[in-house]
């Protein structure tokens, strides 16, 4: 089965075209990331604007990159939640378009769940599972009874953790987006010279929470009574050491709490997906004795193969226009 997959719901336009839900005849990802770059974040009006241009193109290269004329593609599908809404709109209605044009069933994939599958992509599917997912906008951990049937174990309660990484890299003057340039950073770091403390959230063991890693960061680095526009009070070749002990501080709360939660609750495997399971010193921390698997290179961050990869597992819509666009995660789990 060929299916066209198609994502939006960031600040990275992607198409791909996927057969059976592992082989990935196409990949094509368009990132934004020159143009958020002042902001530091994401900037919602100028990504939505963005997406809009580029998503046409991108469709027609992945197509031609693949091979497949809109006759050879069994489905289309789309991320359509969560997410900036503008922005999904923009993916949701061109499928839509497409869909009705080529006369094709449609597949609407929650983008949380498509980077859990990434990492499925090439591995084994086990279940019961772990799901942990890492990325600028989320941070959620799943148990996984089979794809489309999970359970909520944690999330964070405030920042997610590619957000944290993003605020940290600014208050260390590095660019954006922050995550890889924390990561660099840190390599010619101490991961102990600052004991940062991991973020606890009493009443739900599993829950995260990055904004008081976040305040230690800002306080080591500019002082209690600071402005996050003041001067550094460190020298120089102290951000690294800053660096290394957020990301290790950071990185093995992750790690710590899913361990305790794969084997809580009976887990075959953890799966890692979404950005930030792209660094390097996350995998170094992971032991060996439990099945680990992370999304195949170029499929940690936002791409759409995962989208059409997920797709073959999943219904088609009955009707293509009552698909809508949501900000919110829809019907996976309670959040
Ligand atoms: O999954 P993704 O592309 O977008 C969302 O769905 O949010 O993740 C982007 C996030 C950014 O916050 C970025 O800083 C972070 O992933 N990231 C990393 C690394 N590579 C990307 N964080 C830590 N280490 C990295 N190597
Ligand atoms: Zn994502």
Redesign the pocket.
């Known amino acids: 089965m060929l299916i066209l997959g198609i994502e939006s ?2 600040d ?1 336009t992607a198409a791909s075209v996927v057969r059976d839900g592992k082989e990935i005849l196409s990949h094509v990802v368009r990132t934004q990331t020159e143009t958020h770059r002042p902001y530091q974040g994401v900037f919602p009006e100028l990504a939505c604007r963005q997406h809009f241009d580029v998503m046409l193109p991108i469709i027609e290269e992945a197509m031609k990159l693949a091979g497949v004329t809109p006759q050879d593609l069994d489905r289309i599908s789309v991320a359509s939640n969560p ?1 900036l809404m503008g922005a999904i709109l923009t993916g949701v209605t061109c499928a839509k378009t497409l869909s009705l044009a080529w006369d094709i069933p449609l597949v609407g994939v929650n ?1 949380v769940e498509a ?1 859990l599958y990434a990492a499925m992509m090439e591995a084994p599917q086990l279940f019961p599972s772990l799901g942990v997912v890492i ?4 941070t959620h951990m799943l148990k996984m009874n089979a794809i489309g049937e999970y359970e909520l174990l944690g999330k964070t309660v405030d920042d ?4 944290a ?2 605020k940290v ?1 600014a208050l260390l003057d590095l660019s954006y ?4 340039e ?2 660099k950073l840190a390599l010619s770091g101490d991961k102990n010279k600052y004991p940062f403390k991991r973020g606890t959230v009493k009443k739900c063991p599993l829950d995260f929470s990055f904004s008081g890693l976040k305040t230690n960061v800002l306080y080591t680095l500019k002082g209690k009574e600071c402005q996050k526009k003041a001067p550094t009070l460190l020298a120089e070749d102290e951000k690294a050491h800053v660096a290394a002990s957020f ?1 290790h501080t950071a990185l093995s709360d992750v790690v710590g709490k899913s361990l305790k939660a794969a084997k809580g609750f009976d887990c075959q495997a953890i799966y890692f997906g ?3 399971s ?3 010193y ?1 995998r170094s921390l992971i032991p060996q004795d439990i099945n680990v698997f992370f999304p195949p290179k170029g499929l ?3 791409n759409a193969a995962m989208i059409a990869g997920l797709a073959f597992h999943l219904e088609t819509e009955e009707n293509p226009l009552r698909l809508t666009a949501s900000p919110r995660a829809k019907n996976l789990y309670p959040c």
Request: proline share 6%; net charge negative.
């Open positions: 719901t960031c990275e997410g983008h980077h990325s600028g906008g989320h997610a953790i590619g957000e990484f993003d890299a987006p922050g995550g890889p924390v990561e990301q979404g950005g930030v792209n660094n390097q996350l940690s961050l936002d």
